[in-house]
């Protein structure tokens, strides 16, 4: 069990983006604490739930259908199939990929929040490297924008990666890869839910995850 390191965080209109193993999220303004960490508990039960049934590097998309199967046994709802991109000779940047397999489905504005919270774990030597590390462990690395909608609904977005790198660059930026032979998997959902199933399952969860911590870093400019 690791500790957790906490600083300020920092991103535009005043959200904010965290670390958490090979997992990064970034906050809209108007989360709480209490619904950011409802989130953090979510994505980690699901990610060891899943680990449990099935293989993440042989079986990406069972692990990724069982990982949103208990997302939705915490109370967030499922909303439409996952988005897929498969790629088995892949160079580039993993990241406009994904911006663009979901052009019809994230705002520019989620879009940007979410670059911008890589862009701040580019400068933060001790998240990257524990970013990096779960990444290189796993090979993969997930990621997801949080924000409450217009019908008070909190809506993630989750982007699971699967990065097959037979030569895992030395550089943090491990997310661009300039040379070919890489194979890329990325499955993206979104999920939604009410403050009562938020209320309603917060406890059970916090309790199932207490022994479970990760390292945290939340991101601040010039940290």
Do not use: C
Not at 33 to 39: A, G, I, S, Y
Not at 97 to 113: D, H, I, N, T, Y
């Amino acid at each position: 069990m690791s500790d957790v390191l906490n600083s300020i965080s920092a991103l535009p209109n005043q959200g904010s983006a965290t670390v958490m193993g090979n997992n990064l999220l970034s906050f809209f303004s108007g989360l709480t604490p209490e619904d950011k960490r409802f989130v953090k508990d979510s994505m980690r039960w699901a990610e060891y739930r899943a680990d449990l049934r099935h293989n993440r590097n042989s079986e990406p998309a069972a692990w990724f259908e069982y990982y949103s199967g208990v997302l939705w046994s915490v109370g967030w709802s499922l909303e439409q199939a996952p988005v897929i991109h498969v790629d088995k000779n892949f160079t580039g940047n993993a990241l406009d990929v994904w911006a663009r397999s979901l052009s019809q489905q994230l705002s520019r504005e989620k879009v940007g929040l979410m670059k911008e919270a890589f862009h701040m774990l580019e400068t933060h030597s001790d998240a990257i490297d524990v970013f990096r590390g779960g990444a290189r462990e796993w090979s993969d690395f997930r990621f997801s924008p949080a924000q409450y909608n217009f019908n008070r609904e909190l809506e993630i977005v989750i982007s699971n990666v699967r990065l097959l790198d037979a030569k895992w660059p030395s550089t943090y930026l491990f997310w661009t890869i300039q040379h070919t032979g890489s194979e890329l998997d990325i499955r993206s959902r979104r999920f939604l839910i009410r403050s009562a199933a938020i209320n309603e399952n917060r406890l059970q969860l916090a309790a199932a995850v207490l022994d479970m911590r990760t390292r945290e870093i939340e991101l601040a400019r010039g940290a």
